[in-house]
């Protein structure tokens, strides 16, 4: 059995077992004893870590499959010709001054235009290609919003117009015999999606680890990076107002459902916020919420007369977790169930949610500024917006206000 399956099934079975314990109880009409509770919490912390396994183990397969590829496209085809990669790696660790002539030539061509190219002081060039793609499924991995919404490559960050269009109300009509057609216009809209620039902060190397041929300089310096410009990017996703920033989906997506309680959630909501939702949109739709709502959603069930347990693991590989049949993304930056009229779920279609990343990632170098740590610098740097492109595909429910 592979690693993959075995965690499944022990997955399964802890999920067995916490299911258990509620049924017992409920049976009983009482609530868990204390070994009860300690027994419960442990076994959802086991669920839990299996889960992260499951995703981590999915996740290689994912990078092995890239990885093969990725060898064999970088199969040498012309040795004369520098490789924009390589060069770019050589900058990297010593510097425009390291760099030929036909080397610099090389790595201008992808270039930007604040780029520097006689000092390395926040110098900057584009991340390769294959960088860019790494970091792009990486920022999806680490960010829900990423995850979950569809992605929009553009070649400029110039403001991008876009064009909306909403037709789940328009009907088409029956005419009787002789009787002329009449109009019936579609009503377009517009929003437009700007490109925000984030950073990443300094990222101080030390000279001497810099220079080091067996540090993964690349590896590491792009990896933390994509984190710091993760969370941030996520953060505004989620919760930006649209002023100077995205126009996050707490703030675009209209309230579908408010629930009566101001720190807790029903069945019978969710299933409320489902049907909010127009069942145009509803075959490829998805919950979004906290990790704490998800754990509250594990300690609910179907109903009082069915045990079974909203939450709905998945015991086969390649199958992800459901919540009442729906796929859900977790993402932190969604708000809790810690204060009143919080929006503790976002249900709908999130291909409708546009991420926008404008022209590649670049990667600046910075030896000046350092100087006197004997450290080099180096910043991540990328312009992205957000938007909701249709208001009706995307629901919230709020906790009460009172």
Same mark, same amino acid.
């Given at each position: 059995m592979s690693d993959l399956r075995t965690v499944l099934e022990k997955r399964k079975n802890a999920y067995v077992q916490l299911n258990d314990l509620n049924k017992r109880a409920k049976k009983e009409g009482r609530d868990l004893s204390a070994d009860e509770k300690d027994q419960w919490n442990k076994l959802s912390a086991d669920i839990d870590n299996l889960t992260e396994q499951k995703e981590r183990l999915e996740r290689q397969k994912e990078l092995d499959a890239q990885f093969a590829e990725k060898v064999d496209r970088q199969k040498p085809t012309q040795k004369d010709t520098p490789k924009y990669r390589d060069v770019y790696t050589k900058w990297a660790q010593f510097g425009n001054a390291a760099l030929s002539s036909e080397e610099r030539s090389v790595i201008q061509k992808r270039g930007t235009d604040t780029q520097v190219t006689s000092t390395d002081d926040l110098g900057g060039y584009t991340v390769p290609e294959d960088f860019g793609a790494e970091i792009i499924k990486s920022l999806a991995q680490y960010s829900g919003m990423v995850e979950a919404s569809r992605i929009l490559r553009t070649a400029t960050g110039a403001p991008l117009p876009y064009p909306t269009l909403d037709e789940t109300s328009v009907k088409g009509s029956r005419l009787g015999e002789g009787s002329a057609d009449t109009v019936s216009d579609m009503t377009f809209g517009q929003k437009t999606l700007n490109a925000h620039k984030y950073t990443s902060g300094v990222i101080k190397i030390s000279r001497e680890l810099v220079q080091d041929s067996a540090f993964n300089l690349d590896s590491e310096v792009l990896q933390v990076g994509t984190d710091r410009i993760g969370r941030i990017l996520n953060e505004e996703l989620t919760t930006g107002d649209g002023s100077s920033k995205p126009n996050g989906i707490l703030n675009a997506a209209s309230v579908g459902v408010t629930a009566s309680a101001t720190d807790a959630f029903t069945r019978d909501e969710i299933i409320d916020l489902i049907h909010s939702v127009d069942r145009a949109y509803r075959p490829n739709a998805a919950f979004m919420l906290?990790?704490?709502?998800?754990?509250?959603?594990?300690?609910?069930? #179907?109903?009082?007369? &069915?045990?079974?347990? @909203?939450?709905?693991? /998945?015991?086969?590989?390649? !199958?992800?977790?459901?919540?009442?049949?729906?796929?859900? #993304?977790?993402?932190? &930056?969604?708000?809790? @169930?810690?204060?009143? /009229?919080?929006?503790?779920? !976002?249900?709908?279609?999130?291909?409708?949610?546009?991420?926008?990343?404008?022209? &590649?990632?670049?990667?600046?170098?910075?030896?000046?500024?350092?100087?006197?740590?004997?450290?080099?610098?180096?910043f991540l740097f990328l312009r992205a917006d957000g938007e909701l492109m249709d208001t009706n595909a995307i629901k919230t429910m709020a906790l009460a206000a009172s």
């Open positions: 906290n990790d704490s709502v998800l754990k509250e959603i594990k300690k609910l069930t #179907v109903g009082s007369a &069915d045990d079974r347990p @909203l939450w709905q693991p /998945s015991i086969r590989e390649g !199958a992800p977790d459901q919540i009442e049949g729906f796929n859900y #993304v977790v993402n932190n &930056d969604m708000e809790d @169930l810690s204060a009143v /009229s919080n929006k503790i779920f !976002a249900f709908g279609d999130w291909s409708r949610y546009y991420v926008r990343i404008a022209q &590649d990632i670049v990667l600046a170098r910075s030896t000046d500024r350092y100087v006197e740590e004997y450290v080099v610098g180096y």
